[in-house]
């Protein structure tokens, strides 16, 4: 039997618990596939006591995760102890300094130093790798960086957070206002107590930015992701969007036009019939269209034990095999800086919410505003009342820019019979 | 700049076409890509003179196709000419033997020789490579031995023939019988002018046998493949599934208990909001199931140029990087001779379609022979006449055995109250 890949793990909390199950039940088959056993050798983690159901006593426990990055026994690091910065990114550069490959799932670093570390990894000779960072155990950065890469690629998009995927699901079928779903999810552990990176659309940010990297050969641009969460999204929306043929998800979306790059997250009209629609629950899924391919669709699980585990350890049997290309599909030098793309002038189609008073004229109003811009009314319903007794306008567009849709807003929200923020939605057309 | 990959193309229909299409299109990213340019230097096909869109000046014209393996100026050699014996196959020995690696999107030839071919590219140190053959552009080769490969896969299927899924589509959303849609097919150039290969459901076996081998890291065993086509699925039929819930799909089936191997192609009824339900004209759909990372959904387009010439130039990108795994996951002599399952002991339900007499009496014969053999019945509804102006009767069984269903079924033949042969079709519960 040829020597073991041998492995350093710093995190064990579910993700680093499941790892250790997973090379433990499949070692047989993980040898046969990546021609040789991989092996954990020393793991490090906060405490030291806590039982995770996994038997960790044949491994050597070490305090400072920065040790695994030294140890002669260790090939491998495997980092799952979350953070875009502190002792998750000092582990990585000792690690790929010390001219070892570094896997991770963590997409909070990547997408704040990814290039730095990918640059460090090229330049000692290691590999830098993050299945499991982005959309769990669906293989995605594999599909885009491997599977798709004789295509150009000009949109990536998809569902990548299952919290929030979880909580519209729900808020969906079991109309329920989202503050009782995100609750309840707290309360179940599907949602961080502190649940803001999920529901307000950063963890989506972070993810939309490495996909849109990889697809475009583009430098990592996590600032200029545009990003509006879920908390504004009410059953109204929902259920007016499924009255129009939508259902209501957070789109994490990315363009490339050849010159600009676009990058948005935000809670967007799917129609019934596009394969997102039907990605329930907590499912991820992603969609990306290439010049020869067209467009592949993948789903899956996105997060947990199981699914995290399986990604993170795809990446080790990849590394056994001696398959090591660059972090980003290319060199870093090849990366290209790619301005941000004016969103003001994208065309499409826009949902719009409006709270009014229940007063003559105040349609009259409202329309006029689109029209004054030049936008015209693909449907209008005026459909039942807020909490507060005024009615709720909804309306959908025909296609125009962005920019004449929000200075149609901006002349509706000046009106005294408007008396809560509008809300937009974009309706995604492709 | 490196030296570039130098490519021997066999083959220049469509695909081939395609392939040199995309090179000279995408050649800069895909440099960057590959960290080396990807060049045709030598071409083969049987007339030098069609015009195929696509300039070919460049390129030494080889009118003998096995020359290509000989060339100096080769070192992979890309298949497009298909057949899973002849030219192909003797281009493929040809190629391996001489130390070079080897591209196909040729089904058949692998389904028939793929171990040998593997074998043979194992012990000369060369690649075979063949992302195209199954499911055109979705890379579920690479998904199923790259990032899968941490799990172990029990169950992987999917919709695997354009030409089938095309049909079925058009059968349901324009009400047309099948055999109009397949002559209006044939005559658009969508269906081969003999179909059998496509609709009986050969090509699917073929492909079956590919993933299953791969999935489950087992022998492909293409002969022990059940097949079955869709010349039997009717108007009715598709409009009786539609009313109970389901769609009709020509599934490729294959699961692996631990022991054996059940891969069956064959009409069945897929749930509405089962993923597959929603992959509707040519579209492919590939679902595989892990244990650690449940259910995977890969959809995309399964043939034509573009998808094809994508999965193709895919597997070059790969060759240029140094990624050169085993044909199958693993060393052929890791894979195991998996024997074939007993159909007779799969539990599931049913659908069965009944022509009969229109007279009193038979439904009571026909009920009473699932009772006999411990068949329960769901639902059963009687509904239209054949166009001999029999009475159909669809019933949809509870969960039984194989054998319990196909037994009733014998007895009600027996029966002169049956007036044709008797439709048995597969639920999809998973």
Redesign the interface.
Known sequence: MPEPLNIGLAGLGNVGA?VVK?LA??AD??A????RPITITAVSARDRNRDRGADLSSYTWVDDAAELSQRDDVDVVVELVGGSDGPALTLARHTLQAGKSFVTANKAMLAHHGLDLAQLAETKGAALKY?AAVAG???VI??L????????INRVYGLLNGTCNYILTRMETERLDFAVVLAEAQAAGYAESDPSFDIDGIDTAHKLSILAALAF?ARIDFAAVAVQGIRAVELADIDQAAALGFRIKLVGLAEHDGATLFQRVHPALVPH?H?LA?ASGALNAVAAE????????????GAGE??T??????D???IA???Q?PAF???VA?LTALPPADAATRRGRYYLRLTVADRPGVLAELTAALRDHGVSIESLLQRGHSSAGDALVVMVTHTATEAQVLASLAQMERSDAVTDAPVMMHILDF
Do not use: T, Y
Request: net charge positive.
């Open positions: 499941g997973l039940r499949n088959l993980i046969r596939r990546a021609g299945e155990g669906i293989p594999k599909a960086s491997e599977g798709m890469a004789a295509n150009s050969g019939g394969p039907a290439g010049d020869f391919v067209g467009r592949l669709f993948f789903q899956g699980r199981g699914p585990a399986s990604a993170v350890v795809a080790l049997i990849d095999r001696g398959i290309g599909g290319m060199p090849s």
